[in-house]
Nanobody, 124 residues
Framework: QVQLVESGGGLVQPGGSLRLSCAAS????????MGWFRQAPGKEREFVAA????????YYADSVKGRFTISRDNAKTMVYLQMNSLKPEDTAVYFC?????????????????WGQGTQVTVSS
């Protein structure tokens, strides 16, 4: 089992940057693939980015490709989401999640453990 706690959200102007962090508990962090999802007001939660257990592969939603970067540090049991060139449409609650499945997973149902989320607001 793993517990996830996100941090790093906040208010940022369009074009700005934020780095989200997700701290994971448990000794088997490297056994989990990790993902970031987001949920905007009035919308369903959607996939943002994913990274494999050993960070040998990453994958992004088209809406964030080239602007966001997912990374992980297995020694520190952390996963990160670097968000650059932020747009108002990136405003959402961002969640990190852990999956026991290998490879890249983009579906919410593939993720067993979820954090509580951190709010990101992009506004001038």
């Amino acid at each position: 089992q793993v517990q996830l706690v996100e941090s790093g959200g906040g208010l940022v102007q369009p074009g700005g940057s934020l780095r989200l962090s997700c701290a994971a508990s448990g000794r088997t962090f490297s056994s989990y693939g990790m993902g970031w999802f987001r949920q905007a007001p009035g919308k369903e939660r959607e996939f943002v980015a994913a990274i494999t257990r050993t960070a040998d592969s990453t994958y992004y939603a088209d809406s964030v490709k080239g602007r966001f970067t997912i990374s992980r540090d297995n020694a520190k049991t952390m996963v990160y989401l670097q968000m650059n060139s932020l747009k108002p449409e990136d405003t959402a609650v961002y969640f990190c999640a852990a999956t026991v499945w290998s490879g890249i997973r983009t579906k919410q149902l593939d993720y067993l453990y979820w954090g509580q989320g951190t709010q990101v607001t992009v506004s001038s």
